[in-house]
């Protein structure tokens, strides 16, 4: 008998061990359709090794004792370890990084705005963190969650599918700011390589998934890396500028896709416990703390509710009241990411939307999320070759992901203006507003008065005034602070 198939049984038991611990077969996917999802939602994300640092990087200490290197590493060890705990706790294919919006709220608003230390505002960080997994441990977030009406969590995922389509566009330069808010281009025209680039993997992506090509997503994004790499070798691009008097508008955008010294690099985590959990509470006033705080818990708060909603909804793996399964263990998971970024010194970490461009893969339980976390864990040594796949390339997933989600357009009932409008507001400024949370609580205030001007005030869950009086002061978080100052 030979190796190979000696071998053979233990194959099959461990295939079957994998298969039964994710429920893979009970969710219609297989170990080789995870894996492959796990894979283009790593890609998908892969930007934030790039980004976080550079926002970040504002508001570095002087004594240069961390460093845009160590925030890198930093960001992947975090997000790959959270990521794994989601796949293995929650059994859910959802991946977790810094959080976009969080990053920019510590490096503008904490640290630059109000003051504070690097680790001051990691402080406030880590204790949003600990306050939110509180809220999901006495039941409170979940009953929130639960509380939203139906249609409702389908215009969040709607909303979230043009929202990512918006950033997909906005990251590859296909809309820009111009001589109207936003524009196609550059003054209306494609110009560039990189836009090229973009195009090129995009119809790609369409076309191999119109002719039921399996992996259309991933064979989309290598194809269009590999072009990207040609390109830069030979055209010489560079990376995108608008600075007067080193301006290069046709640039890449996120990430020259070129290999730089050594694809392999030892991580430096300079970032790990430069954390100061008291600092701030002696700079500011209780009050302006509390309501950084809850700046911070009310954004992480609603935006792991619509991914995760989006995300089950794009794998069909939403119950009849549109709820995921393992819902206490998808919060808990993601609350203590917000801990773990602030004690990490990356920011608070919370899952990310672009989860979907893999479960749009095929991915349905946590052994992608395993994947995409092991690849994160691996890009810390590996970061020069993940820097290489630009976000012209990563985009078209996003841009593709938004139409799968917009087709659940449909599931709301557009004739009963008190359902239609508070869909519509919430869909609508999700990506005009160019945040999640906004786009949620539009949607949730609108709901409210509607009921009430339509005599249905009991329809109105009790959790869901509480919710529409935080998001009140959230819209009015500026005037609050400016009293209190």
């Not at 049984?9 to 893979?24: G, L, R, T």
């Not at 509480?466 to 609050?480: D, K, Q, S, T």
């Amino acid at each position: 008998m030979s190796t190979k198939q000696k071998a053979a049984p233990s194959q099959n038991v461990a295939a079957q061990s994998i298969d039964h611990f994710f429920h893979i077969s009970e969710r219609g996917s297989t170990i080789g359709r995870e894996i492959r999802g796990g894979i283009v939602t790593f890609f998908a994300m892969a930007y934030i090794l790039v980004v976080n640092p550079s926002i970040l990087g504002a508001a570095l200490p002087d004594d240069g004792s961390i460093t845009t290197g160590g925030i890198a590493a930093g960001t992947a060890l975090v997000a790959g370890i959270m990521t794994i705990l989601m796949g293995v706790i929650a059994n859910y294919p959802l991946a977790l990084a810094a959080g976009l919006g969080l990053n920019a709220i510590v490096a503008f608003t904490l640290v630059l705005g109000q003051g504070l230390t690097y680790g001051e505002a990691m402080g406030l960080v880590a204790w949003e963190g600990i306050l939110i997994l509180l809220l999901v441990l006495t039941g409170f977030r979940e009953a929130v969650f639960r509380a939203v009406p139906q249609y409702l969590k389908t215009a969040i995922t709607v909303g979230l599918g043009l929202f990512i389509a918006l950033v997909g566009l906005v990251n590859a330069g296909i809309i820009r700011t111009g001589a109207t808010p936003v524009e196609f281009g550059i003054s209306g025209s494609i110009t560039g390589w990189p836009m090229f680039v973009f195009i090129f993997g995009l119809f790609l992506m369409f076309i191999l998934y119109v002719r039921n090509v399996k992996g259309a997503v991933f064979i989309s994004i290598l194809a269009s890396t590999v072009l990207a790499v040609i390109v830069e070798a030979v055209a010489k691009i560079g990376a995108f500028s608008a600075e007067q008097g080193a301006e290069n508008l046709t640039g890449w955008k996120q990430g020259v896709p070129a290999l730089q010294g050594s694809p392999v690099q030892i991580p430096v985590f300079d970032t790990l416990g430069k954390v100061d959990f008291f600092g701030a509470f002696g700079k500011l006033n209780l009050v302006a703390v509390i309501l950084l705080i809850f700046s911070l818990m009310l954004a992480d708060f609603f935006d792991t509710m619509g991914t995760m909603v989006a995300v089950g909804a794009e794998g069909n793996l939403l119950d009849k009241d549109g709820n995921p399964p393992r819902t206490r263990q998808i919060l808990v998971v993601d609350s203590l990411a917000a801990f773990a970024g602030g004690v990490g010194g990356v920011s608070s970490n919370t899952s990310y939307i672009e989860s979907a461009s893999g479960v749009g893969e095929g991915a349905r339980t946590g052994l992608a999320s395993v994947v995409t976390g092991l690849l994160f864990l691996l890009s810390t040594f590996f970061a020069p070759l993940v820097q290489v796949v630009p976000t012209e390339a990563a985009s078209t997933a996003l841009v593709f992901v938004g139409f799968l989600m917009m087709t659940q357009v449909t599931d709301i009932d557009w004739t009963k203006p008190e359902i239609g409008l508070p869909a519509f507001m919430t869909l609508a400024f999700m990506p005009f507003g160019y945040s999640i949370t906004v786009g949620i609580g539009v949607g949730f205030l609108t709901y409210v008065v509607l009921m009430v001007a339509c005599g249905k005030v009991k329809k109105v869950h009790p959790l869901m005034w509480f919710v529409a009086l935080l998001f009140i002061i959230y819209f009015l978080l500026g005037p609050i602070e400016a009293l209190f100052a």
